[in-house]
Structure formats: structure tokens, C-alpha cells
């Protein structure tokens, strides 16, 4: 076999989200998160397709966090860290909270890695902490290693569907929440008419987002 033969499949290996991160390392700016946004986009129009919350909903989230200026936000799902970079850095800069903290869960030690390289590269190490695991397994590492009862202010959920429900009961029960906690509702496959019943609606305010099943 020659070696133009083979080719084609050596570069089928190499899986997307590394060909991402080299993409960034290589044509973004370092401690530049709005490069490393822009070039995101550029990535997954030019090369593949990603699983991020993308340029058309992000500005729904920016509104809310504009409104309500948290200072401690939970993110569960970081997938390569767009989210985590482009919020984190949006509180920091665009809003001028400088302390802010920001808590990403993410089940894939693959996907976490290279996100702790993203937000590296970004310059926001100090700001954004990946939690690796199963989010039901390690809020307790979370709540055992920060301080943060009754300071968490503001939460994206983002991960897997069938799991919004029992995390964020089990968010609720933690004790993390400041007495206002604002939610925001990436839940397109749940009816929004479930949230009441389900969180304890004085003490939430949950934001429909873009509300896909018309609940
Ligand atoms: C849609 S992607 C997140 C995109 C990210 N928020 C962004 O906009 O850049 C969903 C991520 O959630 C992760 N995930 C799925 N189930 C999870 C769980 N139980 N705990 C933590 N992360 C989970 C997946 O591995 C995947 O990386």
C-alpha cells in the first residue's frame, strides 16, 4: 500500500476536538477569549460542526447575565469550553466583574482536558475551574472544596436532556443557591410548565430561553 493509500485514513483518527484544539493554539490569539470565540466559529463552519451553545443563543444568556451581574455561576456541561470562555469573559469584561467565578461540570475527561487547555490559552484559568465527572457525583467535591453555600447566583445547564431534571434537584438540595438564583433554561425538550413544580419558584427565576417545545 502506498503511502497515499493510507492517508486518508491516519487523518480520520485524529478526532475533531483535537483538530479544534490545534486550530485555536494555531490561529487565535492568547489570552484573547473574543479571538478565541471568533475563531470557534470559524472551526465549526470551515472544518466540523460542534456541540456548543453557538453565536445565535449565547446573546439570550449575555441578556440575562447583563440583567443580573452574578459573581458566582455554576455551568453544567463545558464540552471545549466556549461556553465557560465566552460567559466567563463576558461577566469579566463586558460587565466589569473582576472576581467572578466560574464552576463548568463536564463527564468527559477527553473533552475536559482539552477545555482546560482552550481556557489556558485564554487566560482565564484563574476565573474558570473544569470539574471533571458525572455532575451528581461531583457536586460533593464542589461543595467540599470551594465555599460556595448560598453563593452561586446564576446557572447554565447545558449537558445531557434526560438528566436536567434529577441535576437540578440536586442542585437545588445542595444549598448553593443565593436566595435569588437565576436560572437559565437551555431545556428545549422540556416542558417549561414543569419548572414550578419542580423548583421553588420564589426563589428562582427561571428564563424560558429559547423555548423549542412550547411549554
Ligand atoms: C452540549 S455540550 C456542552 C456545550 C457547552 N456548554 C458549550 O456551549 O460550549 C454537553 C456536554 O455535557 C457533557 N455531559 C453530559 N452529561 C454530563 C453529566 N452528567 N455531567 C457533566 N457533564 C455532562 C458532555 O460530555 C458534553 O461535553
Not at 440575562?64 to 470562555?85: D, F, H, N, Q, T
Request: hydrophobic share 40%; glycine share 4%; aromatic share 12%.
Amino acid at each position: 500500500m502506498t503511502q497515499t493509500q493510507l492517508a486518508p485514513t491516519a487523518v480520520s483518527l485524529v478526532k475533531k476536538e483535537d483538530s479544534y484544539l490545534d486550530h485555536i493554539l494555531a490561529h487565535a490569539k492568547r489570552n484573547n477569549p473574543e479571538s478565541i470565540i471568533k475563531e470557534t466559529h470559524k472551526f465549526a463552519i470551515e472544518r466540523y460542526w460542534l456541540m456548543n451553545v453557538g453565536p445565535e443563543k449565547s446573546p439570550l444568556v449575555e441578556q440575562v447575565l447583563l440583567e443580573k451581574r452574578p459573581k458566582v455561576a455554576i455551568e453544567i456541561g463545558c464540552y471545549l469550553g466556549y461556553s465557560a470562555i465566552r460567559f466567563a469573559a463576558y461577566i469579566r469584561d463586558t460587565l466589569g466583574i473582576q472576581d467572578v467565578k466560574y464552576y463548568s461540570f463536564e463527564i468527559s475527561e477527553y473533552h475536559a482536558n482539552i477545555a482546560r487547555k482552550v481556557i489556558d490559552f485564554a487566560g482565564l484559568s484563574h476565573i474558570i475551574t473544569v470539574i471533571t465527572g458525572p455532575f451528581n457525583e461531583s457536586l460533593e467535591r464542589l461543595l467540599s472544596n470551594h465555599n460556595l453555600l448560598s453563593k452561586v447566583d446564576f446557572v447554565f445547564i447545558d449537558h445531557h436532556k434526560e438528566l436536567y431534571k434529577q441535576d437540578l434537584q440536586l442542585l437545588e438540595k445542595s444549598g448553593l443557591f443565593h436566595t435569588v438564583c437565576n436560572l437559565f433554561r437551555t431545556l428545549f425538550y422540556m416542558p417549561f410548565s414543569e419548572f414550578p413544580r419542580l423548583l421553588c419558584p420564589n426563589r428562582l427565576a427561571l428564563y424560558p430561553g429559547h423555548n423549542h417545545c412550547g411549554g
